[in-house]
């Protein structure tokens, strides 16, 4: 059963970037559906281990007093019923304040930071309406993340488009130079620019030699985190490509309407339930019984209920597959690389549930 919960606070956005997906009807989830949502999920995910409970939009920094009362609800059910529940909030920085931060801080919050890339990356496609690019608002947001903030706390999320495959180990680079210790790649699905052969094979190299520069950086005692397919355990890092189970995530809108993928979102054609009357009855049942089940046991509900779309997501999802099994490469290779290894290891597992 799903341990990660994503909750659409707002799809209200300051920004108005060429490949976002969520639908842009300005609405607001009100503190009752969000409770509603919580329970929801509290009764319909796994039952041991940690929970993950991701805050997003839109642009949830928009409004900060509900935002703090949806934390504080969160973390009032989660110490009520013994859970260890993680709150991430995801931001693209521009709303982000001194007070929200604070808060953020002070209930042990974690915070994804989204960026484009370097300056000319990101304002290619990360811009306000009147297509004028975000990074010079959104660059001193994080600057102000890196020096009052822990470091294990949050991370900057690279989204990742076909356009920029080739750039996206300089835009690491940059970000590293700024102080950034933790990252995570965000593939991208833009309808116009597909992910072919040529793209995924440049953000591969790219991705490698990311990898390969934590690894030099780790000898000489210095941590950098790529938070990515951490659901995979470790002792199976050689041959896993796929988690146990088909979803484990949950994405509720801010009506309600519970979804599988983000990219599902823009119609409630693709919900698979409703947080008040429960997931579909046809839907999942392997999952929600019996958490031993199989990937290769599915019995392939989601391509019968999300047709033609199945694909889209299908297609994405080989893609990370390919990253994941790097990733869990050089995982195996920190694991055994003595007392560092084992110690980037044991933090990377424990404080990045991202």
Request: hydrophobic fraction near 35%; include cysteine.
């Amino acid at each position: 059963m799903p341990r990660k919960l994503k909750i659409a606070v707002t799809t209200k956005c300051p920004l108005s970037c060429s490949y976002c997906f969520a639908r842009k009807d300005d609405k607001i989830i009100n503190l009752k559906k969000l409770r509603e949502t919580v329970q929801f999920f509290f009764a319909n995910s796994t039952k041991t281990g940690r929970l993950i409970i991701f805050l997003y939009g839109g642009e949830p920094c928009l409004f900060p007093e509900l935002l703090k009362s949806s934390i504080y609800y969160i973390l009032k059910e989660a110490k009520d019923r013994k859970r260890d529940v993680f709150v991430c909030v995801g931001t693209n920085g521009i709303m982000l304040t001194s007070d929200l931060i604070s808060f953020f801080k002070k209930h042990q919050v974690g915070i994804a930071f989204s960026f484009g890339g370097k300056k000319d990356l990101h304002d290619k496609f990360r811009h306000f309406q009147n297509k004028k690019g975000s990074f010079e608002k959104a660059i001193p947001k994080l600057k102000l993340l890196i020096d009052s903030f822990p470091a294990d706390r949050y991370y900057v999320a690279l989204c990742l488009h076909p356009l920029q495959a080739g750039e996206l180990y300089e835009s690491f680079l940059y970000f590293y130079s700024l102080g950034v210790r933790s990252f995570r790649m965000e593939w991208i699905n833009d309808e116009r620019h597909k992910w072919d052969e040529e793209s995924v094979a440049l953000a591969k190299d790219n991705y490698i030699k990311i990898w390969d520069y934590i690894v030099d950086k780790l000898s000489r005692g210095n941590f950098i985190f790529l938070v990515n397919f951490l659901e995979t355990p470790l002792k199976n890092a050689e041959n896993s490509q796929q988690p146990e189970t088909c979803f484990n995530t949950y994405e509720v809108s801010t009506s309600g309407k519970v979804f599988l993928s983000p990219f599902l979102t823009s119609s409630d054609n693709f919900a698979v339930g409703d947080v008040r009357r429960g997931l579909k009855k046809d839907l999942f049942a392997c999952n929600m019984d019996n958490e031993q089940v199989k990937y290769q046991d599915c019995t392939d509900c989601r391509r019968r209920h999300f047709g033609s779309i199945h694909e889209i997501i299908s297609n994405l999802g080989k893609i990370e597959d390919e990253f994941r099994v790097i990733t869990n490469k050089y995982l195996k290779k920190i694991s055994t690389t003595g007392r560092n290894g084992k110690e980037y290891i044991n933090t990377l597992y424990k404080n990045f549930p991202f």
